[in-house]
């Protein structure tokens, strides 16, 4: 009954998902599928059915192991797998019998397209939608006659078809929102994690993904003003810097703002967003929270885009609460507290005690590394300001805070991205994974000022980027994770594709939706409908006219001689045409001659096929037509 | 379960009954039909109905994870399965089907009944079932339909209402027709060896009148196999007396009622048979028709469907 080459192409189309979903499944798993998977291949092959049984109990085994998985992986990850063993096991029955191959087609294609929770930049949507059309063929296989394989232009004109309509659901289909929350514990690969430990950013600083993209709508920002704000930490424990418990919600200061820009970020299964200053408005689906900061409402687990407008000002103080929260010290580092005091002698003011701040750390001989010894006293701040002197923002933020606390002025740590780099094509900004970056805020004159320590010590990481910032043999470290050579340039070309991608397919919302249908309706309906309508009348009258000229020329033919020789008599309904013109002889006998010659003429094109003859008759029917109406006239006359 | 089998059962012939009613007003006998808009029923499949609760699956796991590609997939499948009402559509749509002449057959072989298509280019996957023939299947669609019809008691029978079907392409859509031809057929009486008469056994005795050489044409019933074994190189056949007054038609008269009837008939049919091929011109009269002596296949078949209208 099934197709030959079906089951072929199912079991080279599981391999390929399998190669292609193998984020979503654990090691395991993809063993298990492998074997099962060369089973089925080498039962096809020495053309052995499996029995039931068999089947049966290996979907047992499966199920047992996905169980006792259940608890340590991901739900989504065991549902991807559960859907996956049952594609596989499906396809060891699917031999012979139509009903278990449609089951098949069904599961893979459900299968498919969950692939797309994985990962959904364009080379790995092409591949996967490269897999839907394979299983699209499957689905034709297993309706079409037994033997064939090749797809007819009827089908591929109906796939053609398929396209347009499928990307007008996409843009007009009205979408719902989530009808349930869905929170996935996965391991974040972002610096944003829940709290900065010294440390935490050095796992950070080699990847080299991408975090977000930027596209600015007029004014762009100087580099050194790319602090991007995404987590305030407000606690400090001695080790780590923890964010305020449940701090409430600030509001937005409407006010002009110099910079509207557009954000989309990369999943990072976490509700902090990205914001440049002061934030002044937002668009999309995003709330301002405490300290100025940005929020989704729910967990950013795929390609996320919102709008924001913002100044390059400081962020203001929210309430006093605020102030004295950032005062507090737990812990004591006895020396930087000695050192911290000693600085506020000479400088009065907060922004005075800044810069002396930054002038110790510009003397003190400090230096920037990604790998600096650990820190292993309880004082780790004493022990790097005064120890190391080595070490990456992580390092030079936590001590800044301490010391600005130690001295009476509020100050926290900001978790966030500084930089980026401008895309030569699109015009748009790229933060990388490697540009996560830890800085200072400190309280003056109702003001959260930025002190960036880092500036002072690695003045280049600001401006040209971590690499070189570096040390040498530490770029040549973090350069084993960069593509080079002409690579590189193609590969940034494929990055300004795969942008465009997000921006217009997978960040594609209601709000965009909202956005075409007030455009489509702001067009002139009245000159589009009427132009429409005329088109449709016009369109009637060429289909009404080539209808009537459209026959062949005989039936033409027919008609003239009808309406031509109208005046010599009208034909009877049972009359043929060669009766009517020899009735039209013998009535009329003065044109017996003429009329003898079409009679003639016209037997020879209607039934003889002579062309020739067209031309003649029509000849005729004009003389006999002119010559009728003269004798009417004389008649009348 | 029986009493539900039992509630459903009349009601559902009932409605069975009215709709075959509306049928036989919407598409009443005819000898060609071409299958148009308005004797075209689309309808999902089963595993249509599989397929939608998929792109509804897909639609809610794409919306609730807002995940746009996720959606895609489902208006990809969504258009495909809009497009496929087109398609099945299509697959029928146009098909036109002629009745042929009317076949014969007896009631241990029942004839075969031919249907000719045109404008079947690029048309596929058709199943074909209907109450006199078995179901029939055909991956590309023939120039002409072959239908084994059931065995069935002799007389001329019209063929059922039957169902033109096709799932094609994708399997998500049915589009289908109920056709009513005007196609009949004819059973013949099951023809009996014929009873040896007074007259031929006389004739059936191995005292040939006469011996003439075999010529071509000749029946090979005649033919004197003794002497064929003989003298192989030249056959001879019996001439009988029979046989020379060939121009004297032999006339039956079908005269028996009850069950009579079938015997009689069954022999008759034998006989007409026997005469055509023996080359005697025959007649025949029943209670309700005279048919005049003649020859030839013509006459032949009406003599039979006269004796199957009996």
Redesign the interface.
């Known amino acids: 009954m099934l197709n030959p080459s079906f089951v072929p192409l199912a079991l080279l189309l599981q391999l390929m998902l399998l190669l292609l979903l193998q984020a979503g499944l654990s090691g395991w798993a993809s063993l298990v599928l492998l074997c099962v998977l060369l089973f089925t291949y080498l039962s096809v092959r020495t053309k052995q059915t499996v029995r039931l049984r068999t089947i049966n109990i290996l979907a047992v085994l499966m199920c047992l192991l996905l169980v006792s998985q259940l608890g340590q992986q991901d739900m989504q990850d065991s549902m991807l797998q559960l859907l996956f063993f049952s594609a596989a096991l499906r396809l060891f029955s699917v031999t012979s019998h139509q009903q278990q191959a449609k089951k098949l087609v069904w599961v893979q294609y459900f299968l498919i397209s969950t692939g797309f929770m994985l990962n959904q930049s364009l080379w790995f949507a092409g591949a996967v939608f490269l897999l839907f059309f394979c299983n699209l063929y499957l689905h034709y296989l297993l309706f079409a006659p037994r033997q064939q394989r090749r797809i007819h232009w009827p089908e591929w004109r109906l796939l053609l078809w398929m396209m347009p309509l499928s990307i007008a659901l996409f843009v007009v289909f009205p979408r719902i929102p989530p009808l349930w929350q869905t929170e996935r514990q996965q391991q974040a690969q972002t610096g944003l994690a829940d709290q900065l430990s010294l440390g935490g950013i050095e796992q950070l600083v080699q990847n080299n993904s991408v975090a977000f993209r930027v596209e600015f709508s007029a004014e762009k920002p100087p580099q050194q003003e790319l602090y991007w704000r995404a987590k305030v930490f407000e606690r400090f424990n001695g080790r780590d810097w923890l964010p305020a418990l449940q701090p409430a919600a600030q509001p937005l200061l409407p006010s002009q703002a110099s910079y509207h820009y557009q954000m989309m970020v990369e999943p990072h299964f976490q509700r902090s967003l990205f914001s440049l200053g002061q934030v002044h408005q937002v668009q999309g689906q995003v709330k301002p929270v405490a300290a100025g900061l940005i929020e989704s409402y729910q967990q950013v687990n795929r390609r996320f885009s919102y709008g924001l407008s913002s100044s390059a000002e400081a962020v203001v103080q929210q309430n006093m609460l605020e102030a004295s929260r950032n005062l507090q010290l737990e812990h004591s580092n006895p020396k930087a507290s000695i050192v911290a005091l000693q600085l506020k002698q000479s400088a009065v003011t907060a922004s005075a005690f800044a810069n002396a701040l930054y002038q110790y750390f510009q003397t003190q001989q400090f230096s920037y590394s990604l790998r600096p010894p650990v820190l292993t006293k309880t004082a780790q701040i004493d022990q790097f300001l005064f120890e190391h002197k080595v070490g990456f923002c992580g390092h030079y933020a936590s001590a800044a805070a301490y010391l600005f606390r130690a001295a009476g002025i509020p100050a926290r740590v900001v978790g966030g991205y500084q930089g980026g780099s401008w895309h030569p094509n699109g015009d748009y900004l790229q933060v990388l994974q490697k540009d996560a970056h830890a800085w200072v805020e400190y309280l003056d004159n109702g003001r959260w000022q930025r002190f960036d320590a880092t500036a002072i010590v690695a003045p280049l990481r600001l401006t040209q980027g971590l690499s070189s910032a570096l040390p040498l043999s530490e770029r040549q470290f973090l350069e084993q994770m960069f593509q080079q050579g002409l690579l590189k340039e193609w590969l940034q070309q494929l990055e300004w594709l795969d942008y465009y991608w997000s921006v217009w397919v997978v960040s594609f919302d209601q709000n965009e939706q909202r956005f075409i249908w007030q455009h489509v309706a702001s067009l002139p309906w009245s000159w589009l409908g009427s132009g429409l309508l005329a088109c449709c009348v016009l369109a009637l009258a060429v289909y009404l006219l080539m209808r009537q000229n459209g026959s062949t020329p005989n039936q033409v033919l027919r008609r003239q001689i009808l309406r031509r020789l109208n005046s010599y008599g009208q034909k009877a309904d049972h009359q043929t045409i060669e009766c009517y013109l020899q009735r039209l002889i013998q009535l009329h006998p003065t044109q017996s001659a003429l009329l003898q010659q079409l009679l003639q003429a016209y037997q020879q094109f209607e039934f003889d096929g002579q062309q020739e003859q067209l031309q003649q008759c029509r000849m005729l029917l004009n003389q006999l037509s002119a010559r009728g109406v003269n004798r009417h006239e004389s008649s009348g006359s | 379960m029986m009493l539900a089998k039992t509630l459903w059962q009349p009601l559902f012939n009932q409605f069975r009954r009215y709709f075959y009613r509306w049928l036989e007003t919407r598409q009443p006998a005819a000898a060609t039909v071409e299958l148009r808009q308005h004797i075209l029923f689309v309808f999902p499949t089963a ?1 249509g109905g ?2 939608v609760l ?1 792109i509804i ?2 639609y ?2 794409g ?18 399965f ?3 009402i ?2 099945a559509f299509f697959n029928l749509h146009q098909l036109r089907l002629t009745a042929t002449s009317e076949p014969f057959g007896y009631p241990d072989s029942a004839p075969l009944v031919t249907i000719t298509l045109s404008q079947h280019d ?1 048309k ?2 058709f199943s074909l079932s209907g109450p006199d023939f078995a179901p029939v299947f055909f ?2 669609l023939p120039a002409a339909l072959q239908l084994v019809v059931y065995p069935k008691s002799r007389g001329l029978h019209q063929l059922g209402r039957f169902t033109l079907s096709s ?5 998500l859509i049915r589009c289908w027709s109920h056709i009513q031809l005007k196609q009949s057929y004819w059973i013949y009486p099951q023809p009996a060896l014929p009873a040896m008469s007074a007259a031929s056994a006389a004739n059936s005795a191995d005292y040939p009148d006469q011996l003439v050489p075999y010529q071509s044409g000749a029946p090979v019933s005649a033919m004197d196999w003794k002497r064929l074994a003989k003298n192989p190189w030249q056959p001879v056949i019996r001439r009988y007396t029979s046989y020379a007054r060939l121009d004297t038609p032999e006339h039956l008269v079908v005269t028996a009622t009850g069950s009579a009837l079938e015997q009689q008939l069954a022999q008759f049919c034998g006989l007409l048979l026997q005469f055509e091929q023996q080359g005697q011109s025959y007649g025949l009269s029943t209670p309700k028709t005279q048919i005049s002596p003649s020859r030839g296949q013509a006459h032949l078949h009406r003599c039979l469907q006269t004796l199957a209208l009996c």
């Open positions: 595993y599989w397929f998929l699956l897909l809610l796991f919306a609730n994870y807002q995940n746009n590609l996720i959606l895609l997939c489902a208006y990809l499948l969504l258009a495909l809009c497009c496929c087109l398609a690029n596929k996957m991956d590309t799932c094609y392409p994708f399997g």
